[in-house]
């Protein structure tokens, strides 16, 4: 097999292949390109949506041409696939402006060079176009039966699809044959709920353009899809109480996003350590037979720097280190800042713990202490009524609050 392709599948990078002989041939033979897409429906990437770039790098770094299609075209329908309910729709303002933004984000991760890497949006090629021409070119190429054969539409057909929604696999079987013809794009990856589209793409370009093995070696394309990502409790990976752990630093702290992968489980470390990072697997191994925490704070400090940067790593584990050991950098912790008038008033507990955001509601900050879950500079809390001012205060003139075992807060004052 294909070098990458083992790479691929040694990560888990590997579900389903329209023709794997075929594809692992091709790429024996040179470059090939290939892309993966996202929709722009949010004003950020999670780290859900990173787990096809991540290959992409893979298959970069492999020699191969990635294009990441953002879909500023089709986020104006909204994908059925892995999705209850019709997404709600956006503006399209709204649309060119996350265009703009996920750009930026994929950029920074994997360095567009208009060379190796870049980016497209759908956009340019589906804004403009006649439907009825649509309808007559490519909507005769598709079976209503095929298409309700597929998982993705079978579950919202419970619940009902909208003849909007069932029009997307028309679309993004129409992004693989442009890229196809202007690009020369022979791949398309993506999750495994994008099976699919992915395969329909695939027979649309057989269709339009005669690409079989036998036929037309020029235009026959493939595709292949990775595992849904979960965590070993089974549920979605990326998730947190708080909802989705973001890219965009105003949405997920560089902290917080460091801190979820500090406390993934024991039985996925492994697993992320090999989708999300690019150490190399003896080196994974190496890591993960050794202490389990220290192996899950180099998850952590690995993932936050492909995502936001050596710098900012370095300082989620400062800040994480003066957390949990008091032997880091506090003033990497996340930072809540007062004034020293409120300070002088007396502050209550509650208020402070709430103001924090380590606790919903005044409510939950007392559960919390009458837990004896919080502490105050290190000290237990156990008076819910307790009003804090200057003697309080740490030997830095500050505060560090804990919640459970996993949450802290620096407070400090102006």
């Known amino acids: ?24 041939d091709l790429m024996d033979k040179g470059p090939v ?33 990635g294009i990441a299609l953002i879909g500023g ?29 996920i750009k930026a984000q994929l950029d920074k991760f994997i360095g567009f060079d208009n060379k190796t890497a870049f980016s497209a949006n759908n956009k340019d090629w589906l804004a403009d176009l006649n439907y009825i021409d649509f309808l007559r070119d490519i909507g005769s190429c598709f079976s209503v039966n095929k298409m309700l054969s597929f998982e993705a539409y079978k579950q919202r057909l419970e619940r009902g699809l909208s003849f909007i929604e069932f029009n997307y696999q028309l679309l993004q079987s129409f992004d693989f044959l442009r890229l196809h013809e202007r690009y020369n794009v022979k791949l398309q990856i993506g999750g495994d709920d994008q099976w699919g589209n992915i395969t329909a793409g695939v027979d649309l370009i057989r269709r339009k ?41 105003s949405l997920t702290s560089v902290y917080d996003f ?34 389990i925490n220290a192996a899950k704070e180099r998850l952590a400090y690995e993932v936050t720097k492909e995502i936001h940067g050596k710098e900012k790593a370095d300082s989620a584990l400062a800040g994480a280190k003066a957390a949990f050991s008091g032997e880091g950098d506090k003033t990497q912790m996340p930072t809540l ?76 004052f102006k």
Request: hydrophobic share 35%; with cysteine; charged share 25%.
């Open 73 to 101: 075209g089709t986020a104006r329908i909204g994908d059925p696939s892995g999705k209850t309910e019709m997404r709600k729709m956006i503006s399209y303002e709204q649309i060119d402006q996350n265009v703009e933004t």
């Open 209 to 249: 353009l005669g690409g079989t093995e036998e036929l037309n070696e020029e235009h026959t394309v493939y595709g292949l899809t990775f595992p849904l990502i979960t965590r070993s409790d089974g549920k979605k990976m990326g998730k947190t109480e708080k909802g989705a752990i973001f890219l965009d630093e």
């Open 337 to 412: 800042e007062l004034s020293k008038a409120e300070l002088d008033a007396g502050i209550g507990v509650l208020s402070l713990f709430v103001k924090a955001g380590l606790c919903a509601s005044n409510g939950d900050a007392r559960r919390l202490i009458q837990g004896n879950g919080a502490s105050l500079n290190g000290k237990a809390l156990t008076d819910p009524t307790m009003k804090v001012c200057q003697e309080n205060l740490d030997g830095d003139g500050e505060l560090v609050l804990r919640a459970g075992k996993k949450k802290f807060s620096r407070i400090v």
């Open 258 to 291: 460091f801190q979820y992968w500090r406390n993934v489980a024991d039985p996925d470390v492994e697993k992320f350590f090999k989708l999300f990072t690019f150490l190399e697997i003896d080196e994974i191994k190496s890591i993960c037979a050794g202490d």
């Open 33 to 65: 390109a290939f892309y993966v897409g996202c929709d722009p429906t949010g004003p950020s990437l999670h780290i859900g949506h990173m787990v096809p770039f991540f290959a992409l790098k893979h298959l970069v770094k492999a020699g191969h041409i």
């Open 1 to 24: 097999m294909n070098k990458a392709l083992e790479t691929l599948k040694a990560r888990g990078f590997f579900a389903q292949c329209t023709d794997e002989k075929g594809l692992s």
